[in-house]
């Protein structure tokens, strides 16, 4: 099969169609024939060697996938060959075909296309383990996402005004910002010329926001904080401002605040199925209810992967990437 390899660590011109190996499954997996896979920022930090595959995974990168099952391990009931499907991927999504543990596999959403499936089992499966069953988002809270105009913001946005929660945002342009807003999300926040704490207070008469979900890291992490409510809590899911910090941390005790931090690959496959089988549960409908769309950006053939990454690294997409074997 052809997959897109890391030829090297570095800038997206690493990454090369080559012919490899088809996968392997075992008793317990579902190999797929891929129809399409989306970008991921961790993608971009694999490619740059800083975000190695977990030991035994496909070392091409790639979350997530949609496509049709071409065969299945002994072992696995639910699935059989014609089904089509998405999947929850610990790398290898960049291919051909891919080999994936059965409890990550989903049925197609209703009303989705076989493609655009591609773009929800990653940002689906990171926003409900995240803020809801970690940090227990609920009907008639309020949620701050920054990045609102990412795969995982434009999820985020959807799924939370569909279970009755106030969104707050930050992005970076006025374009993203009216896509936010278009989305559902009730305040709208140019995190480049705005305070976003002085805004959040103001908006929530100085109370602050019960839920914030970052992926800037060190440099928001203070502004965070006293973003936050009384019983607040903060779920961090990437370093994209940087890892280190200086914090005061008397506000955690004042205001019993929690911060949590969590990624996805790296999870067993146990608690990666349970993630799987409640968003099937809780996610699943609101989507067939139109109440939760595929926001995809732009499409990729598989060869111009590069390409790809440059326009994720450029930060000017709205929604998700995807690319086509």
Sequence with gaps: MKAVVITSPGGPEVL???????????????LIKVEATALNRADTIQRKGLHPPPKGASPYPGLECSGTVLAVGKSVARWKVGDQVCALLSGGGYAEKVAVPAGQVLSIPEGVSLR?????????????????????LSAGETLLVHGGSSGIGTFSIQIAKHLGIRVFVTAGSEEKLSACKNLGADVCINYKTEDFVARVKEETGGKGVDVILDNVGGPYLQKNLDSLGIDGRLFIIGFMGGAATEVNLSCLLARRLTVQAAGLRNRNLENKAKIVAEVEKHVWPAIAAGR???????????????????????????????LIP
């Design 116 to 136: 655009d499936a591609a773009s929800f089992p990653e940002v689906a499966c990171t926003v409900w383990s995240t803020i809801f069953m970690m940090s227990q």
């Design 16 to 30: 090369q169609v080559q012919e490899v190996e088809d996968p392997v499954i075992g008793d317990h997996e579902v």
């Design 292 to 322: 939760v769309k595929p926001i995809v950006y732009k499409t990729f053939p598989l060869s111009e992967a590069a390409e790809a990454h440059r326009l994720m690294e450029g930060s000017s997409h709205v929604g998700k990437i995807l």
